[in-house]
């Protein structure tokens, strides 16, 4: 568990309670202190984290491989626990697929051979870890396929799955329905409030086939583009530091030239094709 307290500037401007709500952080969280994860515990996540980026198809096992060739000697257990912490998932198709209870709210991937001609027809989302100066946050974000557009983000503490759901209703609320909302198979995208919500929102749901790589690219390719222009460069001190500073590079983003569609700006195109 993460200590709470690292993420909150208790000389910040803003009531600790309105940064417990703008972090998603439970007030209780403050007033005792849950055991936090070892600062070599932190530096491995990080240096897996940058990995990935790279080799996206590295497991458990490359891992630690990699890992030893630095110096760093860690059991398997160890690094999977570390990796499943971090939410640094492989992109390679497993072998074996466990039969999970969730399976029941597992959908097909309806992006393939798609023609995604307008803003709002397709949504990716996804969840990704955020180092920071002491500790980590998660970061949640929508993209709009079609322009490239961030049409919702949010930080938390924790893998919830009321977290993420929290950013969809806000991106719903904020730019209006998707046709489809693609996902990968994680636990907070097949638990049944958040399958439920997308039902009785008459959104379409698409899943990302196990491991494959090209299935949520979109949102992977924002990971890359946000961590190395801007999180690994100075890593944030306080939970509300890291919003901010959130907060302001995407909206550079929005106003910033994109390869990917032509080079116009994603909140020029996502406007014009809504």
């Given at each position: 568990?993460?200590?709470?307290?690292?993420?909150?500037?208790?000389?910040?401007?803003?009531?600790?309670?309105?940064?417990?709500?703008?972090?998603?952080?439970?007030?209780?969280?403050?007033?005792?202190?849950?055991?936090?994860?070892?600062?070599?515990?932190?530096?491995?996540?990080?240096?897996?984290?940058?990995?990935?980026?790279?080799?996206?198809?590295?497991?458990?096992?490359?891992?630690?491989?990699?890992?030893?060739?630095?110096?760093?000697?860690?059991?398997?257990?160890?690094?999977?626990?570390?990796?499943?912490?971090?939410?640094?998932?492989?992109?390679?198709?497993?072998?074996?697929?466990?039969?999970?209870?969730?399976?029941?709210?597992?959908?097909?991937?309806?992006?393939?051979?798609?023609?995604?001609?307008?803003?709002?027809?397709?949504?990716?989302?996804?969840?990704?870890?955020?180092?920071?100066?002491?500790?980590?946050?998660?970061?949640?974000?929508?993209?709009?396929?079609?322009?490239?557009?961030?049409?919702?983000?949010?930080?938390?503490?924790?893998?919830?799955?009321?977290?993420?759901?929290?950013?969809?209703?806000?991106?719903?609320?904020?730019?209006?329905?998707?046709?489809?909302?693609?996902?990968?198979?994680?636990?907070?995208?097949?638990?049944?409030?958040?399958?439920?919500?997308?039902?009785?929102?008459?959104?379409?749901?698409?899943?990302?086939?196990?491991?494959?790589?090209?299935?949520?690219?979109?949102?992977?390719?924002?990971?890359?583009?946000?961590?190395?222009?801007?999180?690994?460069?100075?890593?944030?001190?306080?939970?509300?530091?890291?919003?901010?500073?959130?907060k302001k590079w995407i909206e550079k983003y929005?106003?910033?030239?994109?390869?990917?569609?032509?080079?116009?700006?994603?909140?020029?195109?996502?406007?014009?094709?809504?």
């Amino acid at each position: 568990m993460i200590d709470s307290k690292l993420f909150i500037d208790k000389n910040h401007g803003l009531s600790i309670r309105k940064q417990c709500e703008i972090l998603e952080i439970n007030r209780s969280g403050l007033y005792y202190e849950p055991k936090g994860e070892p600062q070599q515990n932190l530096e491995i996540i990080e240096i897996m984290d940058r990995h990935i980026l790279e080799e996206p198809t590295a497991g458990v096992l490359t891992m630690q491989s990699m890992l030893q060739d630095r110096g760093i000697n860690a059991g398997y257990e160890r690094v999977r626990r570390l990796m499943r912490l971090a939410n640094i998932k492989p992109i390679y198709p497993r072998r074996h697929l466990t039969q999970w209870k969730r399976n029941d709210y597992i959908h097909p991937y309806l992006l393939r051979n798609l023609a995604i001609t307008h803003s709002n027809q397709v949504w990716e989302i996804d969840i990704t870890y955020i180092p920071m100066a002491k500790g980590f946050m998660y970061l949640t974000a929508i993209i709009d396929v079609y322009s490239r557009y961030i049409v919702g983000w949010g930080l938390s503490n924790s893998l919830d799955a009321d977290s993420s759901l929290r950013v969809v209703k806000e991106a719903i609320r904020d730019h209006g329905k998707p046709m489809i909302l693609n996902s990968d198979q994680g636990s907070q995208f097949t638990c049944k409030e958040y399958i439920d919500y997308l039902k009785d929102q008459q959104i379409q749901i698409s899943m990302d086939g196990k491991g494959r790589a090209l299935d949520n690219i979109y949102i992977e390719r924002f990971w890359r583009t946000i961590k190395y222009q801007h999180i690994y460069l100075n890593p944030a001190t306080s939970g509300v530091g890291l919003f901010t500073r959130i907060k302001k590079w995407i909206e550079k983003y929005h106003y910033r030239a994109h390869q990917g569609i032509d080079r116009t700006k994603p909140i020029n195109r996502y406007k014009m094709a809504a």
